[in-house]
């Protein structure tokens, strides 16, 4: 029997860097992502993510580095790379005074799209934008307007689809609907590179990357990235946690300290040592008239990129 070919990664680059004047914005990164999946990049403002994920398909040429994005070469063939990308910036313009199907009709004239009508319709019925389709852009909501930011992305039928931080300020449920969408289209072979900020949607990502101003401190899927990062993380409960919080902070072993609620998540990477700053609050003593209680607990991803964020250092200001 022939073994089946293996498929080839969507982008494969090594040691990528981009200066900006004197500052190096991206510092030798090197990323592999398969076809089809969804790859979320996570990171302080600032610090280079947009930067990055342009360097991978093209849209910016790197002063050293090489790869390949969509079997092409991202320094030479940028060309017929960004011909097959759909890209969803933080700031996507409609035009207001446009229906939604106007502006897709729009969108579809100006990129020469073949079969454009059958292409908008297409467009309309996948994001669920049929009904509305007579209703100015002007007047949609948030939610509707990222869904109609990404039918016009996905207009051109691009086989990578680039989204900046494509749900600030949407509402959850439009949020999860959008990532939903996401999905489905990654299921039939669509490769996807999204910022964000919100640990929801880095958890929906099939894996991810944490860059800090320029440098790539972890990738790979979340799993990975939590259990890789050596943090160990107790769950206080009872009495009053903002006090508790008082007396942990800047204890040995204690890396951070965050509130959630009338709940404590206590981190640091020496165990022994968050131990015994913990310590005084093991054993159930009373505090308020309750019983405060020590588990230990997973860390979760925010967890993770807080303590990743304190050991990076602002090497851009
Ligand atoms: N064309 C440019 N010329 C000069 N500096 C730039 C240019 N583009 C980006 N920068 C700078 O490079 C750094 C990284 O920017 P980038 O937009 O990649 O960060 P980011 O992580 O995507 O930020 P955010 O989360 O705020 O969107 C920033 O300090 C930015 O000001």
Redesign the pocket.
């Known amino acids: 029997m022939t073994p089946t070919p293996a498929v080839p990664p969507a982008i494969d680059v090594r040691g990528l860097v981009k200066r ?2 004197t ?1 190096t ?2 510092n030798d990164v090197s990323i592999r992502v398969g076809q089809g999946q969804i790859y979320g ?1 996570l ?12 360097l991978l398909c093209g849209l ?1 040429t790197p002063d050293a580095g090489e790869g390949t994005c969509l079997g092409l070469d991202i320094r030479t063939q940028s060309a017929a790379i960004k011909r097959q990308v759909g890209y969803m910036t ?1 700031k996507f313009s409609f035009w207001e005074d446009l229906s939604i199907a106007e502006n897709l009709d729009f969108v579809a004239r100006m990129y020469g799209v073949p079969d454009r009508r059958r292409k908008v319709a297409a467009a309309l019925e996948r994001l669920g934008l049929g009904n509305r389709r007579a209703q100015l852009a002007g007047e949609l909501s948030g939610g509707w307007k990222q869904r109609l930011a990404l039918a016009a992305c996905i207009l051109h039928e691009p086989k990578l689809l680039l989204l ?2 494509p749900t600030a300020g949407v509402d959850p449920k439009a949020r999860r609907e959008f990532w939903e969408e996401i999905h489905r289209l990654a299921g039939e072979g669509l490769t996807v590179l999204v ?1 964000t ?1 919100y640990m929801d949607e880095a958890e929906r990502c099939h894996e991810i990357a944490y ?1 800090a101003y ?1 440098t790539l401190m972890v990738h790979g899927p979340v799993d990975r990235v939590v259990a890789e990062s050596g943090l160990r993380t107790r769950l206080v409960e009872g009495g009053d946690p903002r006090r508790i919080a008082a007396d942990l902070e800047g204890k040995p072993g204690v890396e951070m300290v965050a509130v959630f609620g009338s709940r404590l998540h206590v981190s640091g990477t020496d165990a022994a040592a968050l131990d015994a700053a913990l310590k005084p609050w093991m054993g159930g003593p009373w505090m308020d008239g309750q019983a405060v209680r020590v588990v230990e607990t997973e860390p979760t991803l925010e967890d993770v990129f807080i303590h990743l964020m304190n050991r990076s250092t602002d090497n ?1 200001s």
């Open positions: 900006f004047g500052r914005v991206v990049f990171g302080p403002n600032g610090s280079g993510k947009t930067t990055t994920i342009r910016l933080q900046d931080e910022s900020h860059i320029g851009f």
